[in-house]
């Protein structure tokens, strides 16, 4: 298995909603990222997990939660996000965050409507 | 300050002709670069990879690249692109500094018929 899941695909949702995206990888990566992207733009990090722990939070605001359960599962947590945080998120893995240079392994993403 | 610049934000191009997509990296960063592409509505692709070793790099679709040390560019090119190379690419380095991947800014390439 050389892929990375992300569910669901798609997901609207009101400024009061909570909701969770989901992750999840079999190729014994140690290291998983969580990016923001936003039309015709690149990537941006959001927060980094190597071997289960926080490692990078970048200044994320605290309507996004972040929870690694398992060395193969991330999850988002979502709680009263604002219009601005319409986007998409993806996921990502890699062997060994802290010294990996292989490239990471990116889901097809979760499209994030915010009504 | 690291930083990946793409040089061009749309390539236009017709189908079966040649095209290079530019890239240039700081020196503050590692030397490990990477093109990642992203069709419509989907996430990044792994393109190819710069570790060490040769300086020209073969990927997938038939997708080359070539690392200039002197130069600090890292620039993808295909000799006869298709319709379906349409698509956003990503020029990108690992910082060993910060432990993240740093992005260029994207380069849209339209392949026209």
């Known amino acids: 298995d050389t892929e990375v899941t992300q569910t669901p695909k798609h997901l609207v949702m009101g400024m009061t909603n909570k909701k969770s995206l989901k992750c999840e990888q079999h190729?014994?990566?140690?290291?998983m990222y969580w990016y923001k992207q936003k039309a015709k733009k690149p990537p941006e990090l959001m927060f980094v997990y190597s071997y289960e722990k926080l490692s990078i939070n970048e200044s994320v605001p605290s309507r996004f939660s972040p929870e690694c359960p398992n060395s193969s599962l991330l999850n988002l947590h979502l709680h009263a996000l604002q219009p601005e945080d319409s986007a998409l998120y993806l996921c990502?893995?890699?062997?060994?965050?802290?010294?990996?240079?292989?490239?990471?392994?990116f889901g097809s993403g979760t499209r994030l409507t915010v009504v | 300050a690291q930083s990946v610049t793409q040089l061009d934000s749309q390539v236009p191009v017709f189908e079966e002709a040649p095209v290079e997509l530019r890239c240039n990296y700081s020196s503050s960063v590692s030397v490990y670069l990477f093109w990642y592409v992203q069709y419509p509505n989907q996430g990044l692709q792994l393109l190819l990879k710069y570790l060490s070793g040769s300086t020209l790099v073969k990927g997938i679709n038939g997708f080359e690249a070539e690392f200039n040390k002197s130069q600090t560019s890292f620039h993808l090119r295909k000799p006869s692109v298709h319709i379906s190379d349409t698509a956003e690419y990503f020029c990108?380095?690992?910082?060993?500094?910060?432990?993240?991947?740093?992005f260029g800014q994207g380069t849209t390439l339209q392949v026209k018929p």
């Open positions: 990502a893995s890699s062997q060994d965050g802290a010294v990996d240079h292989y490239g990471y392994t």
């Open positions: 190729m014994g990566h140690r290291a």
């Open positions: 990108a380095a690992f910082s060993g500094n910060t432990g993240k991947l740093i």
